[in-house]
């Protein structure tokens, strides 16, 4: 049972334009939300992330946006660049007591391609 | 700024081999995972560490077994590989408990492994 899901497998946007990437999650025990960038051959970075706490939060050109009621997430980029062409991933963490530690659960992840 | 290194980016076995991924982290990180992503099924953790000598499994552990002798290394093993074991490989860590910056992972550039 997939508790991230984001049911967009590839995204095309021009240049200049705005991005949105969209996730849903099921587990309402999540208590933080991340992005990560992927480029071919290379392990995911860190994007921007968001506290369940919170409904916004903003770095830059990238905003991600957090509907609790809906169990909504999502990544807007503006304005978009040919740069930011990557498979983006869409997390979700949950504290594990027994092991003391924070476990993320991922999407599958969202091809964007920003078209010059 | 964080570092996770893996032993190799590119590696090529036979069926039946037994695999040795290594991953090794600078940042004194408490904990360390192993994931693997394939296309359209994203990342999915295979095992993760909390401590030394600790382990515990993830979501597909099946075929495949860790070692954490030291805190900054986590080893990845595949017993005896097989074809359905074919795919990226990424390695990654982060702070142990509450503490700010404890759900942001920070990962390897990942090794691809083939097995024929």
């Known amino acids: 049972d997939q508790q991230v899901k984001q049911n967009s497998p590839s995204l095309s946007v021009q240049e200049g334009r705005i991005s949105i990437l969209n996730c849903d999650y099921t587990n309402s025990m999540f208590d933080y939300f991340l992005w990560y960038k992927k480029y071919p051959a290379e392990g995911p970075t860190f994007l921007i992330s968001i506290s369940s706490i919170k409904d916004k939060n903003e770095d830059g050109r990238f905003t991600v946006f957090l509907n609790k009621s809906a169990k909504h997430l999502s990544l807007h980029i503006v304005p978009s660049q040919p740069g930011d062409s990557a498979v983006y991933f869409c997390a979700a963490s949950a504290y594990r007591s027994g092991a003391g530690s924070y476990q993320l659960t991922f999407g599958k992840g969202t091809k964007l391609s920003v078209i010059p | 700024d964080v570092k996770v290194t893996q032993s190799s980016r590119y590696l090529v076995k036979r069926t039946g081999e037994k695999v040795f991924l290594e991953c090794v982290q600078d940042?004194?990180?408490?904990?360390m995972f192993w994931y693997r992503q394939d296309p359209g099924l994203g990342l999915r953790l295979i095992y993760f560490?909390?401590?030394?000598?600790?382990?515990e499994k993830g979501d597909i552990p099946e075929g495949y077994s860790v070692s954490r002798e030291k805190k900054e290394r986590f080893s990845l093993i595949l017993e005896s590989a097989s074809t359905n074991q074919t795919s990226m490989y990424l390695c990654?860590?982060?702070?142990?408990?509450?503490?700010?910056?404890?759900?942001?992972?920070?990962f390897g550039p990942g090794t691809r492994l083939t097995v024929t």
């Open positions: 940042m004194d990180h408490e904990n």
């Open positions: 990654a860590s982060s702070n142990a408990g509450l503490a700010g910056g404890a759900y942001e992972q920070y």
């Open positions: 560490s909390y401590d030394v000598k600790m382990k």
